[in-house]
């Protein structure tokens, strides 16, 4: 058996390179769980963005486009599955608001850890995250930042672009976490959800970011979420304020369409997007994990992208469930939802998880297991719109 630190150098070279070469070919920048399918008569304007079918909740149209979105009444703050709906909010997201967007990512207790099962591995030596080379639609193509709006103001995670079987090569589809786009238990459906592939594709600093032209901060256009959907696990046992509560099961897709509408699909557009295994080996059986994300938290500001590459141990938060991914990484909060990858067939990069919980300081990040329950979710999306990009 290889040391640890062999383990790792092997995992920093073989590992390190794996979203560039997914990216080579990227080009450049010009049912389980969460809602049904929708009900007949649903339908969308094209031209707009915006759903023609609103539950009564939201009230009047224009209501919402002039800010009607921003008043969380806790009495009719959208919970059930079913009531997911995102408006298209032209203009919300400028680049001034993506980079004032903080970040979302519960952090576990040293208590929820002292009461995990003690079948977990030790703790993971912390691994420094470095900073992805630019510009990233030729080095992270899939990789870009989700936003949403929540009670608590803007806010900001990771996600990944991904392969949709039922429109090959044609993918609207982004993997992020679940409490990136639900609240969990108690609460309900984020609002304004948008996805920028290659954020800040030449890696601007914090400080210039509000002054860089928006074709810089959002190179490939703004995306927003048609629809979103998550676990029944992160619905009801989530907390996306703080803790390893719903962490297990902590895995969301998103239906994309661009702001512009133009035809192009997300993957046509960013040239690339990632297979899902979702029958991924089990931590203990991997020697390399990679991570990807926007670290938004102190010591980082979410400008840049960044990367950590380890060993992968076991985290088991809920014995009921699968263990969960855990690698030493140094990315804080913003860098939730963002891809853990495997070298898969042929040395193809495939997303296993994506990035949910860690400690304050960090030291180290885990992502849930993607079994059934995410597949179901996934496979909900996609058939929703088979044929359709």
């Not at 806790?74 to 408006?87: C, G, H, S």
């Not at 304020?241 to 099961?249: K, T, V």
């Not at 993957?267 to 991570?291: C, H, M, W, Y």
Request: one cysteine or more.
């Amino acid at each position: 058996m290889l040391s640890p630190r062999i383990r790792r150098v092997l995992a920093a070279g073989a590992a390190g390179s794996l979203l560039a070469l997914a990216a080579a070919c990227g080009s450049a920048p010009g049912e389980a769980g969460g809602p049904p399918s929708p009900r007949a008569g649903d339908s969308t304007d094209l031209d707009r963005g915006l759903p023609t079918d609103l539950p009564d909740a939201l009230g009047d149209l224009g209501k919402w486009k002039d800010g009607g979105w921003n008043t969380w009444d806790r009495e009719k703050w959208l919970r059930e599955a079913a009531d997911f709906v995102n408006p298209h909010v032209k203009g919300l997201w400028d680049a001034d608001r993506m980079h004032e967007a903080e970040e979302s990512h519960p952090e576990v207790t040293d208590e929820e850890l002292a009461a995990a099962s003690a079948d977990s591995d030790p703790e993971p030596a912390a691994v420094r995250a470095e900073q992805v080379r630019t510009p990233y639609h030729q080095n992270a193509a899939p990789v870009g930042k989700v936003f949403f709006d929540t009670p608590r103001g803007p806010m900001v995670c990771s996600g990944t672009v991904v392969q949709d079987p039922r429109n090959p090569g044609r993918s609207d589809l982004v993997a992020t976490a679940g409490h990136c786009v639900h609240g969990g238990r108690n609460e309900g459906w984020y609002r304004n959800i948008m996805f920028v592939p290659s954020y800040n594709d030449e890696g601007h600093p914090a400080e210039q970011v509000g002054d860089t032209p928006q074709r810089e901060v959002a190179p490939y256009g703004i995306y927003w979420a048609q629809w979103a959907q998550t676990t029944s696990y992160w619905i009801d046992r989530g907390d996306a304020a703080a803790g390893a509560a719903g962490a297990a099961q902590d895995f969301a897709v998103l239906r994309v369409q661009s702001e512009s509408g133009e035809g192009q699909s997300l993957e046509e557009t960013v040239g690339n997007a990632l297979k899902i295994n979702f029958e991924g080996p089990q931590p203990d059986r991997l020697e390399a994990l990679s991570s990807y994300g926007y670290p938004a938290a102190p010591p980082f500001d979410g400008a840049l992208m960044h990367t950590c590459t380890d060993a992968p141990g076991r985290l088991f938060v809920d014995p009921s469930q699968p263990p969960m991914y855990r690698i030493g990484c140094t990315m804080t909060g913003g860098t939730s939802g963002g891809g853990m990858y495997i070298a898969g067939a042929r040395g193809k990069a495939e997303l296993v998880s994506v990035n949910a919980i860690g400690p304050q300081p960090a030291t180290w990040l885990a992502g849930p297991y993607l079994g059934e329950d995410a597949k179901g979710v996934f496979d909900a999306v996609s058939k929703q719109h088979a044929g359709r990009s």
